[in-house]
């Protein structure tokens, strides 16, 4: 599962904490918007996509709430536009979102480490628990329908990303 992450940028005092919303519910949500278009008709990569982005904003909700919780202060920012409105073929969005995943992790693990050392066994607790595990196991997801389109040699042959599409992603044509 993914993830949407937001920054915590101060960690102590409790009431005052500043976010910078990630923008992956965003990026997934343009591939997957992508993928169901005529001209593209990858319907198993849309969903993939489609079911990423409600999840990170699942997650992005359950953070803020947590924040609530305790106490916080929400300040969103701005979420950037996705760099690319277009893509090759799967194998790039794919590519793209492992990406997106492995950096979200980092920035996770940053924010756990900080918790740790300001003795936050809450905040550690929540990370460990909604969110760190379910990040290696996206990353592992990600990569290995990476590996098999590569395998496929799916960027030169359309049939391969079909098939990928209809049996691996379930895509219905």
């Not at 198993?44 to 305790?70: C, I, M, T, V, W």
């Not at 290995?144 to 395998?151: E, G, Q, R």
Request: proline letters at 3%; a negative charge.
């Amino acid at each position: 599962m993914t993830v949407l992450l937001i920054y915590l940028f101060i960690i102590m005092p409790a009431p005052k904490l500043h976010f910078s919303p990630d923008f992956s519910v965003a990026n997934n949500l343009n591939s997957a918007f992508y993928f169901s278009r005529d001209d593209v008709a990858l319907p198993g990569f849309a969903h993939f996509f489609k079911e990423n982005s409600d999840e990170e904003r699942e997650h992005a909700e359950k953070q803020l709430s947590f924040q609530n919780k305790r106490g916080g202060r929400i300040l969103l920012q701005d979420i950037k536009k996705p760099e690319r409105d277009e893509w090759g073929n799967g194998l790039e969005a794919m590519q793209c979102a492992l990406q997106l995943e492995k950096n979200v992790n980092q920035a996770l693990l940053d924010l756990h480490k900080i918790a740790s050392d300001k003795v936050d066994p809450h905040l550690c607790d929540f990370l460990e628990t909604h969110y760190l595990n379910e990040q290696v196991e996206a990353i592992k997801k990600l990569g290995d329908h990476i590996t098999n389109l590569t395998k496929m040699d799916a960027v030169k042959n359309k049939m391969a990303e079909y098939l990928f599409d209809k049996h691996t992603l379930g895509g219905q044509s």
